[in-house]
């Protein structure tokens, strides 16, 4: 099986900075793509950040300019560094990744979750 860790969470002032982190552990033979999502009390999920295996990345709108996604293929796992946050970045924050196994088909598979709150 496959686990996804994140750590990084916490409680910050508007204008700060926070990094996220999410490690993939178990028997995986590759990882294709990794993202960030998030959830706000009383909205959908959505994609914060996403980055390819070969290091292509796209990141949403609303945090373009402040979010930098990034990723360590040795150590499979992927970052979000976040700065000048913004209340209204307060969110669960989940990772994602394609995970492949030997001998099993590309599955998608999700970390935790870890909270963010931006507040003053």
């Known amino acids: 099986q496959v686990q996804l860790v994140e750590s990084g969470g916490g409680l910050v002032q508007p204008g700060g900075s926070l990094r996220l982190s999410c490690a993939a552990f178990g028997s995986i033979f590759s990882i294709n793509a990794m993202g960030w999502y998030r959830q706000a009390p009383g909205k959908q999920r959505e994609l914060v950040a996403a980055i390819s295996s070969g290091g292509s990345t796209k990141h949403a709108d609303s945090v373009k300019g402040r979010f930098t996604i990034s990723r360590d293929n040795a150590k499979n796992t992927v970052y979000l560094q976040m700065n000048s946050l913004k209340p209204e970045d307060t969110a669960v924050y989940y990772c994602?990744?394609?995970?492949?196994?030997?001998?099993?088909?590309?599955?998608?598979?999700w970390g935790q979750g870890t909270q963010v709150t931006v507040s003053s």
């Open positions: 994602n990744a394609g995970v492949i196994r030997v001998g099993f088909r590309p599955d998608d598979y």
